[in-house]
């Protein structure tokens, strides 16, 4: 079993990587892709203002970033990419006056820090470079290191330009990448299945935002899968812990 660490390093991915690349492919489809933070027309608000092709250059990095997130392959280079960007995020709303928006920004920049603090190892050569620094991978680095996060990947740069011209394509284009990067995590062996259901959930939750009414049908939905969510969470962090004690089993098992 891998240790609870990695399962919350790897939930954070995943919730960040959709909020942003949701965010993104909204704002480049003028409000029309399914997403829960916004503002979808940031573009139109900006252009009046001479910023249109600002706002185009965040939508874009925002789906970018997302991606990479949601892809674990290059999980640590799209956490690295959207800290200057929620930094950036947060300034305009607290200097706009917006209310209770820099909080959730906020809540956004810490778990994005966290998720560098995770992985800190990988940066204590800028502390100390003159030392010989041995960088070991860690167990979540074996997660999207298959055929189906360059999937994922590729499509996520193509649905950047389906945004724009043809909803139907975008929408299929982001269940494609959904299913990629899903399967990105689910194929690498030897997941429990507990740990497939904490991941599964999730992308099912993706699909329901982007796809429904989130006021109307999807809020229930949405609801009862993060109380499902919790109480699997619950049940992991606790036999994570009686792992922890007991022995670990290694994420890919040695050749």
């Known amino acids: ?16 990587g ?9 704002k480049l489809s003028h409000g029309q892709f399914g997403q829960i933070i916004g503002p979808h027309l940031m573009e139109e608000a900006l252009a ?5 092709l600002f706002a185009q250059v965040v939508a874009v990095f925002q789906v970018l970033c997302g991606a990479l997130l949601m892809s674990q392959r290059f999980s640590l280079l799209g956490a690295i990419m959207l800290v200057p960007m929620n930094v ?10 917006w209310t209770g928006t820099p909080y959730v920004n906020a809540v956004f920049l810490s778990l994005n820090l966290l998720l560098l603090f995770m992985e800190r190892q990988k940066f204590s050569f800028l502390f100390n470079p003159m030392a010989t620094h041995e960088i070991l991978p860690t167990r979540t680095d074996a997660l999207g290191q298959n055929k189906y996060s360059w999937i994922g990947l590729a499509f996520s740069l193509l649905i950047m330009i389906a945004a724009r011209y043809s909803l139907p394509l975008t929408n299929t284009f982001a269940i494609i990448i959904f299913i990629n990067f899903a399967l990105a995590i689910l194929t690498v062996p ?6 497939k259901l904490l991941v599964i959930l999730p992308f099912v939750a993706m699909l329901l935002i982007t796809y ?4 109307g ?6 609801l ?3 109380v499902a969510e919790t109480a699997l969470l619950g049940t992991r962090l606790y036999m994570g812990s009686r792992a922890g004690k007991l022995g670990e089993t290694p994420l890919v098992q040695e050749m």
């Open 1 to 16: 079993m891998i240790k609870n660490k990695d399962v919350f390093t790897v939930l954070i991915r995943l919730f960040l």
């Open 18 to 26: 959709y909020i942003f690349f949701s965010a993104g492919v909204c």
């Open 48 to 52: 009046k203002h001479g910023l249109g």
């Open 88 to 97: 950036a995020i947060l300034a305009v709303t607290v200097s706009m006056n």
């Open 190 to 195: 030897p997941l429990s299945l507990l740990d």
């Open 212 to 215: 429904s009414d989130i006021k």
């Open 217 to 222: 049908i999807a809020a229930p939905s949405i």
């Open 224 to 226: 009862v899968m993060l």
